[in-house]
């Protein structure tokens, strides 16, 4: 059975969109997952703040690394995010997932994501298929 490293480090090398945003690993345990990312000019949108498919696809990755962490290949049957305050260029945002419950076949996960100075920017929730897949 694969670490959570290693599945993640697997998900990743795989994930071309996660790379193109630039996003990082700070932290991996098993249904829990922390992420950095830095807020570059061309993800802002016409107010010239963070279009919000940014920070949902942080979350959206943060959700898909704890819920595979466990070593079941998950995939997302329902997400939905709040945006509570707007983000500027060059932020410096940290994502976290936490598992709030995990079945045989379905998770729920909450993504909290946070700027440089730790305000809460947005809350994402999210519902996972574990299927019986093994990474």
Not at 32 to 58: A, D, P, Q, T
Not at 68 to 90: A, M, Q, R
Not at 95 to 112: F, K, M, N, P
Request: charge should be neutral; aromatic fraction near 8%.
């Amino acid at each position: 059975m694969k670490t959570p490293q290693e599945i993640v480090a697997e998900m990743m090398h795989l994930d071309a969109f996660s790379n193109w945003l630039g996003i990082e690993l700070i932290h991996i345990t098993k249904g829990r997952c922390e992420l950095k990312m830095n807020v570059k000019n061309e993800m802002l949108n016409g107010f010239e703040i963070l279009h919000g498919g940014i920070s949902y696809s942080l979350s959206d990755s943060a959700l898909a690394f704890a819920a595979n962490s466990y070593g079941n290949k998950c995939v997302s049957i329902e997400t939905s995010i709040s945006h509570l305050k707007p983000v500027g260029p060059n932020e410096k945002l940290k994502a976290i997932a936490t598992e709030l419950h995990r079945g045989r076949s379905l998770g729920v996960y909450e993504v909290s994501i946070f700027n440089q100075l730790d305000e809460k920017i947005s809350i994402f929730k999210g519902t996972v298929h574990i299927s019986k897949e093994i990474w």
